[in-house]
């Protein structure tokens, strides 16, 4: 397949920006990462960033991906979690509920049948050759009956809360995952928020999303993004974010 993808720092960021996002692909696979944020002096326990985090993450996936190792998408990523707690346990608080994290997206294409992941609030989106549309999302983190930080805290990486990549492996095994046919998908876009808020936020559809991206590509659909967050009279917690798209496309 076809794999054009775009990730770029919010643009309201000070100089120089740093982009908490990031984009991995290979052959036939893509990952996509979105760092969260930490609230202003929230105690992390760590003495590493997100962007770190992210960075790590993806140099561990990147070797079994590009290997096609044969295991299950979970395991890669709970392997991966643990080989990257690993490396800063001995400096950090990895026990620490506000230890920094990521939600991962991620899609493996196989002659057959193509594999999905998804770890928190970063959507996969497939189209059929015949135009119907499948988002596989992970929206436990809307569902929480309070978005408070406490809240929010004790509700991480736990039963009945959500669930996210940090210092737990298990987290991959809750991930939202399954496999599709290879002959009923002709285009893939993996999207962190920031993207997918043209659909979640601005109220354009699935559909047209994928219209634009695979018309547009994805310059098209972060520049149209940009648009709709400069007049936004409601931006929410914050009006801008980093955001990353990855599309698929083709046999």
């Known amino acids: 397949m076809e794999i054009r993808s775009l990730s770029e720092a919010a643009p309201d960021r000070r100089p120089p920006a740093v982009n908490e996002d990031l984009v991995l692909t290979g052959p036939d696979f893509a990952v996509v990462l979105d760092g969260a944020t930490a609230p202003k002096g929230v105690d992390s326990g760590c003495v590493h960033n997100v962007a770190w985090l992210v960075m790590q993450l993806a140099c561990q996936l990147a070797p079994p991906l590009l290997t096609r190792s044969p295991a299950p998408l979970p395991d890669l990523l709970a392997e991966a979690i643990a080989a990257v707690r690993a490396t800063h ?6 026990s620490n ?3 920094p ?3 991962v997206a991620m899609v493996r294409v196989h002659a057959h049948h193509v594999e999905h992941l998804v770890l928190a609030d970063s959507p996969v989106v497939l189209r059929s ?3 119907h549309v499948t988002v596989h999302s992970d929206d436990r983190i809307d569902l929480l009956p309070e978005r408070t ?3 929010v805290r004790r509700l991480r990486n736990q039963p009945g809360g959500f ?8 987290a991959a095994y809750e991930a939202v995952t399954g496999t599709t046919d290879r002959a009923d998908v002709e285009a893939i876009a993996l999207l962190t928020d920031g993207a997918s808020r043209f659909t979640e936020r601005y109220g354009h559809s699935w559909s047209e999303l994928l219209d634009v991206l695979t018309s547009r590509g994805p310059r098209r659909l972060i520049d149209r993004v940009r648009e709709h ?6 931006p929410g917690w914050k009006r801008y974010d980093d955001a990353s798209v990855v599309l698929l496309q083709g046999p």
């Open 89 to 94: 346990a001995d400096t950090c608080d990895v």
């Open 97 to 99: 509920p506000d230890s």
């Open 101 to 103: 994290s990521t939600t």
């Open 129 to 131: 050759p015949t135009g």
């Open 149 to 151: 930080l406490e809240a």
């Open 163 to 170: 669930w996210v990549a940090s210092t737990e492996p298990k």
């Open 229 to 234: 967050d400069a007049a936004s009279i409601t």
